[in-house]
């Protein structure tokens, strides 16, 4: 009740060594093939996920930069506005509560 896979006459006196061999090196060539395909799959996307990644990283840098330099103009403009009322200093702790009050309510939203 064996049935033979192989029909060839030829391929069937062969020793299964040989047999296993082509097998392998079918199986590398498929392996290749299919690695061949997926790198030409992946690298757009790769190649758009790092060009995003790189625009987050800018935006995200920027936004560190110029808070800071918002920060203190936004409290110098405060205190001058504060100081028609207050002395100096007074005007300057002023100006710096506001502007951080400001900042806690942006953030909250």
């Known amino acids: 009740m064996t049935e033979h896979l192989v029909d060839e006459p030829e391929v069937a006196a062969r020793p299964a060594s040989d047999r296993i061999r082509e097998i392998v090196a079918d199986l590398r060539l498929i392996v290749a ?14 190649t758009q996920a790092g060009i995003g990644g790189g625009l987050v990283l800018a935006a995200g840098v920027l936004a560190l930069t110029t808070l ?6 936004g409290s110098g403009l405060f ?31």
């Open 33 to 46: 093939d299919e690695v061949q395909l997926l790198r030409g799959r992946v690298e757009p996307a790769a």
């Open 68 to 73: 800071p330099l918002a920060a203190l103009i």
């Open 79 to 109: 205190a001058w506005l504060y100081s028609r009322w207050l002395s100096p200093y007074p005007a300057v702790v002023l100006g710096l509560t506001t502007v951080l009050v400001l900042l806690l309510l942006v953030a909250a939203v």
